[in-house]
Structure formats: structure tokens, C-alpha cells
């Protein structure tokens, strides 16, 4: 009988001590449910009131984006590899340093609303419910990509996200237009207009801003300001940096964007300002590229390496979260670093899964140009060589 009882209590033993350290760890320590962080106040611009000085993080939501932003990191980080591989083709634009910007505005908003953005998507594709797998793919133009693979990295769609626009602030005037049918249909729905420094200098944004005004239109207007558009600094080319006062008329907001807290709340307030029927808002999140404009940029011509090096350090978004949710006991270091080992696979595994996929055949090149829309042929490159059309 000793002996039968002695060998059970070796079992659970050797179990306990096969399980990772950092699990049991995790198992043993008594973890905050949330915590109040003081953030920075916003900059106003014809408002009174602004979004509040404190943010309530529970553990919960703390640890989704941690998640997401790291994803967000691995997933520009494995793009510029696969570019660098000559895997990725074409134009690609990284957002790795801007990852508050999308996991914040996401946070604040209702997944029936509308987001719709410039050609530095990856990210707010990846929020708004796009899987790595189908963005990934996207990219490498397979057929599994979430636009069949023919849109790649400018390109890519889902349901509530209009994109991914190729052309400098194209997007505005058309998320104004979304934001008319929003209020068109009485939905309650809000339009999320995202755009960077470079744009807001575009006449298209003025037009869509006094529109917007005129019929109140319930869209938040959102400059991503990185400090560079392309490779000019944003006092090269602006007469006035303050882009969160260029809606003139419309109230505006200066965020910290690099702190997913500050664009959370500032979201909410923004969210409910436009559902309060008070028309357009405008908001600038001030934030940062590590990568250079485009992949054919590096980035290093007009800034210098320890510039970025330096924002690295001091402003870096996923640190600044890692270091409140554990300062505050809403998380250990080694749970953290084993979501930093999950997502490192996933991303892996995606990546593998893009470059096993097949191409889209020849034949179906010309799908998908309109919806609903009955079958009909289109020239190819000569007269003689039709393509049929299918929706």
C-alpha cells in the first residue's frame, strides 16, 4: 500500500515539474482585475471638454492588446522579410511602430462600424477582423488571400473596412460618403476616415471637410501623423503641423498615439461626439514609423538612426503597454513572453501556410469587378483575348 502511494505522489510530481515554468508561475500569482493609469491630456481645438486625464485597463482587455499589437509587430516584421525574399511584390507599406494607433481606434469603436484608411493597412486589416493567414496571403498574391490575391498589399477588404487606397487621400472624401449613408439610414454607425500627414496637404481633404460640416456627417476625420510623409518631415511641407485645427470649422483633438490607452479614449469621445448628431471631429494621433515609407525606402536618407533608435526606447507602443500591465500586477513577465512565443508560431505558421497556397488561375482574372452583376466578358491585353467576368 506504501509503495502504490508513494509511486502516485511521484507521478503528480514529475506532471508538476514537466509544466513550464512560466505556467506555473502564472498559476501561483494573484493578478490585479484592473487598474487606473493616468494618460496624457489631449490637445482641443474648438471643443470645451475633451476625452478623460485617467483610463480604467482590465486585465482582460490588457492582455487582447498586447496580443494584437504584437501580432500586428511580428506580422510587418515577417513582411519585410518575405519582401526581402522577393516573395512580396510590388508596393508594401509596414506600420510596425504605429500598432496603438489601430488596436486603440478598434478598441472604442462597434464592430458594425466603418473604417476605411490609406495603402498603410496592414494593421487596421488585421483589427478589423482579418485573419494573418488571408493577409499574409494577400500579399504573396495566392488565392487564399482575402482578395483572391489580386489586390496585395493596397488592397485588401473585409466586411466594414473599405480599404486600403492606393491613391494619397483618396479615402477621404470617400469615407465622407460612407458617413452620408450612415446618417442617410439613421443606423447610429460612425465612419472612421483615416489619413496620414502627407495627405492632409491634399485639396480632396479640404472639399470632404466643408462637406462633412455643411451635412454634419457623423465621421471622424483621423490624421496619422508619423512625422514624415514619404521622406519629407511634416515642417518641410506643412505651412502648419497642427493638423487636428486644418478642419477650420470642425472641432479637433491631438493625441498621443502611441499610447493605446490615449487613442482608446479619445476614440470613445470621438465615437460619441459623432453620434450625438454634433457632425465631423477631427483627430491627429501622433506617432511612429520604425520602417521607412515604403519598402523600397530605408528610411535612413532623411532621419537618422538614432532618432528611431530613440523612439524605440522611450515611446515604443507594445513596451509601454508591457510595462503598465505589469508595474500594476495585471500581468506577469513570463505570461507575456509566452504570448511573445505564440504569436512568433502563428506568424510562422501563417507565413508557411501563404507560401504553400496556389495562385489564382489565369481564368479568373477578371472576377470579382462588380457585385451582383451577370456574367460578361472583358478585353485583355489585345482584341483578341476575352476574359470572362463572374461576380
Same mark, same amino acid.
Given at each position: +500500500? /506504501? /509503495? +502504490?502511494?508513494? %509511486? %502516485?505522489?511521484?507521478?503528480?510530481?514529475?506532471?508538476?515539474a514537466q509544466k513550464p515554468a512560466g505556467r506555473v508561475l502564472g498559476a501561483s500569482c494573484n493578478y490585479s482585475n484592473d487598474a487606473t493609469f493616468e494618460i496624457k491630456q489631449c490637445d482641443l481645438f474648438l471643443l470645451e471638454k475633451g476625452p478623460p486625464g485617467t483610463s480604467v485597463l482590465t486585465r482582460e482587455d490588457g492582455l487582447k492588446y498586447y496580443r494584437m499589437m504584437q501580432t500586428i509587430r511580428r506580422m510587418e516584421l515577417k513582411s519585410d522579410q518575405l519582401y526581402k525574399q522577393k516573395l512580396i511584390r510590388g508596393? *508594401?507599406?509596414? *506600420?510596425?511602430? $504605429?500598432?496603438a494607433c489601430c488596436v486603440g481606434l478598434e478598441a472604442a469603436i462597434n464592430p458594425t462600424d466603418h473604417v476605411i484608411t490609406s495603402y498603410r493597412a496592414h494593421g487596421l486589416c488585421y483589427t478589423r477582423g482579418l485573419s494573418v493567414r488571408s493577409i499574409l496571403a494577400e500579399l504573396t498574391g495566392r488565392r487564399a488571400g482575402c482578395a483572391r490575391g489580386k489586390g496585395g498589399s493596397m488592397h485588401m477588404y473585409c466586411g466594414y473596412f473599405y480599404g486600403g487606397n492606393g491613391i494619397v487621400g483618396a479615402q477621404v472624401p470617400l469615407g465622407a460618403g460612407i458617413a452620408l449613408?450612415? /446618417?442617410y439610414l439613421g443606423n447610429n454607425q460612425i465612419c472612421l476616415t483615416?489619413? #496620414?500627414? #502627407?495627405?492632409?496637404? $491634399?485639396g480632396q481633404v479640404a472639399e470632404a471637410f466643408n462637406m462633412a460640416a455643411l451635412w454634419r456627417l457623423p465621421c471622424v476625420f483621423i490624421c496619422e501623423n508619423n512625422r514624415y510623409g514619404m521622406g519629407t518631415a511634416t515642417e518641410r511641407a506643412a505651412a502648419s503641423t497642427d493638423y487636428y485645427k486644418r478642419g477650420h470649422f470642425i472641432p479637433g483633438l491631438r493625441v498621443d498615439g502611441m499610447d493605446v490607452l490615449c487613442v482608446r479614449e479619445a476614440t470613445k469621445f470621438a465615437a460619441d461626439f459623432c453620434r450625438g448628431g454634433k457632425g465631423p471631429i477631427v483627430m491627429e494621433l501622433q506617432t511612429y514609423r520604425y520602417h521607412g515609407h515604403s519598402m523600397s525606402d530605408p528610411g535612413l536618407s532623411y532621419r537618422t538612426r538614432e532618432e528611431v533608435q530613440s523612439v524605440r526606447r522611450k515611446s515604443d507602443p507594445i513596451m509601454l503597454l508591457r510595462d503598465r500591465m505589469v508595474s500594476s500586477k495585471l500581468a506577469g513577465v513570463e505570461e507575456l513572453k509566452e504570448i511573445d512565443a505564440d504569436v512568433k508560431k502563428e506568424i510562422d505558421a501563417a507565413a508557411q501556410f501563404a507560401l504553400t497556397c496556389p495562385e489564382p488561375p489565369l481564368e479568373e482574372i477578371a472576377h470579382h469587378v462588380y457585385s451582383g452583376n451577370p456574367p460578361f466578358e472583358v478585353r485583355g491585353a489585345n482584341q483578341w483575348i476575352k476574359f470572362k467576368s463572374v461576380s
Open positions: +500500500m /506504501k /509503495k +502504490m502511494l508513494a %509511486a %502516485a505522489v511521484s507521478r503528480v510530481l514529475s506532471r508538476v508596393f *508594401c507599406h509596414l *506600420c510596425d511602430g $504605429q500598432e449613408a450612415c /446618417k483615416v489619413y #496620414g500627414d #502627407g495627405a492632409a496637404n $491634399q
